[in-house]
T-cell receptor, first 113, second 115 residues
Framework: GNSVTQMEGPVTLSEEAFLTINCTYT??????LFWYVQYPGEGLQLLLKATKADDKGSNKGFEATYRKETTSFHLEKGSVQVSDSAVYFC????????????FGQGTELSVKP | DVKVTQSSRYLVKRTGEKVFLECVQD?????MFWYRQDPGLGLRLIYF???????EKGDIPEGYSVSREKKERFSLILESASTNQTSMYLC??????????????FGEGSRLTVL
């Protein structure tokens, strides 16, 4: 079936460290891919997206590239800040499925000063 | 600004009680969703609605029902709450036929504890 798998957390980093959160997917056809972020006490919000192979989504210093050959969409940031501490969710949307997303299990990131 | 409002941030109910979780969006979106969020399981879709009075089951509909009498409001109902329904419930909305971003707009969540 269709699914998203993320690396397990929690991930703890020092400020200015490099971040990678792995995400791989299984899907029929060619899905669109998303990263959502949930800050403490808040709902999820869209961080970035990519709709086709080799697309790179970017926002707030975060990047992710849609790799069809490895079915991956890893999230990266060159230098994390304390304010990046949150839970990050990778998600996919199948073609013609409107707003219906399939989410990964989430990865908690904690950045220490 | 886009706004999805969930009426209750925290609820404590007893086993067997009927529970209503309300969600209102002010964006005139056609599509609305209810997810539950559990540690290690991510978000799982309970029900969704593509239009007023229309509903479809998601991946885990058992023990839940929904109501959409008006476009802006989507209610999740637990007919007889059980302890395994203790969870964070997230409502989301989506603009149908939009630019195809697939972006969902989420409320802040309702944390339900069933004793």
């Amino acid at each position: 079936g269709n699914s998203v798998t993320q690396m397990e957390g929690p991930v703890t980093l020092s400020e200015e460290a490099f971040l990678t959160i792995n995400c791989t997917y299984t899907a029929t056809g060619y899905p669109s891919l998303f990263w959502y972020v949930q800050y403490p006490g808040e709902g999820l919000q869209l961080l970035l997206k990519a709709t086709k192979a080799d697309d790179k989504g970017s926002n707030k210093g975060f990047e992710a590239t849609y790799r069809k050959e490895t079915t991956s969409f890893h999230l990266e940031k060159g230098s994390v800040q304390v304010s990046d501490s949150a839970v990050y969710f990778c998600a996919l949307r199948l073609y013609n499925q409107g707003g219906k997303l399939i989410f990964g299990q989430g990865t908690e990131l904690s950045v220490k000063p | 600004d886009v706004k999805v409002t969930q009426s209750s941030r925290y609820l404590v109910k007893r086993t067997g009680e009927k529970v209503f979780l309300e969600c209102v969006q002010d964006m005139d979106h056609e599509n609305m969703f209810w997810y539950r969020q559990d540690p290690g399981l991510g978000l799982r879709l309970i029900y969704f609605s593509y239009d007023v009075k229309m509903k479809e089951k998601g991946d885990i509909p058992e023990g839940y029902s929904v109501s959409r009498e008006k476009k802006e409001r989507f209610s999740l109902i637990l007919e007889s709450a059980s302890t395994n329904q203790t969870s964070m419930y997230l409502c989301a909305s989506h603009l149908a036929g939009g630019p195809g971003t697939g972006e969902l707009f989420f409320g802040e969540g309702s944390r339900l504890t069933v004793l």
